[in-house]
């Protein structure tokens, strides 16, 4: 699956996925079935836990959808636990330099390309059924995103581009949209006009980008802009809307 997933952005296509905010896995399944690539986990701004985390990644492997974890911070506990119970990749928020990246790596990779916490007894090596020699070397094919998401991330954007074992770059429009003193307005014609710039940096030096979208215009707009890893909006925003649709419909 992640292999597959890899080669696809590789070669340019455009993946989506949602935010999952939910702690049932049921939901993550649901958005697998439907179609989506991916699905984000979101352990900094939703409530799952440790614990039924581990669920949630069976649930989109069982459905077919990369499970990626947005880990809480960039600590490497919060990296290599996620990564132990099985997330194919790791996106990690509030990045703002190239040390903070390359930290991310050292964390999120074992030996030689950086240096995890090293245990094999865990659920992604099939609690130690994976042969070690196998496990190690496949667990550095997960993939690494960090969220850019200030100005002083991008007053750093070159150093940051030029971190060695990042596979995605990931705007994140509201925390950069308050930094530009416009906060929550992702639509604001700066907003858009910086996120642009990256956007357009990122592409020229061969670096996959991506960016949260809570509607389908805005991304629409992202993917002609050149995107690739779009998050369409949020579990419980999307079920919120075909609630309040259905209710339209119903009384009307």
């Known amino acids: 699956m ?51 985390l581990q669920n949630l990644i069976r649930g989109a492997i069982i459905a077919g959808t990369v499970p990626i974890v947005r880990t809480s911070d960039l600590s490497e506990t919060s990296i290599s636990r996620a990564l132990d119970l099985g997330a194919l990749g790791i996106q990690v928020p509030q990045i703002q330099t190239a ?41 550095n094919n997960t993939l690494v995103i960090i969220q850019l998401e200030g100005r002083k991330a991008l007053d750093n954007l070159n150093e940051i581009l030029d971190v060695e074992g990042i596979d995605i770059i990931f705007i994140g429009p509201y925390d950069l949209s308050q930094s530009m003193g416009y906060p929550g307005q992702v639509s604001h014609p700066e907003v858009i006009k910086e996120m642009k710039q990256i956007v357009d940096t990122a592409r020229k030096r061969n670096v996959i980008i991506g960016t949260f979208t809570d509607t389908l215009d805005s ?3 992202w993917k002609e802009a050149g995107v690739q890893y779009i998050s369409y909006s949020v579990d419980v925003g999307i079920f919120s809307e075909a609630c309040v649709e259905a209710i339209k419909k119903l009384k009307s």
């Open 99 to 139: 040390e903070e990246a390359k930290s991310v790596v050292t964390a999120a990779k074992f030996f030689p390309l950086g240096q995890r916490g090293v245990c094999r007894f865990v659920r992604a090596a099939g609690y130690s059924s994976v042969p070690r020699e196998e496990y190690f070397p496949s667990a």
């Open 2 to 52: 992640l292999k597959t997933f890899k080669k696809r952005i590789t070669a340019g296509e455009i993946v989506f996925g949602p935010f999952m905010k939910t702690g049932d896995p049921a939901f993550v399944e649901i958005a697998g079935y439907a179609g989506f690539d991916f699905v984000i986990l979101d352990m900094e701004h939703g409530p799952a836990s440790f614990e039924n």
């Open 219 to 221: 991304a629409k707009m």
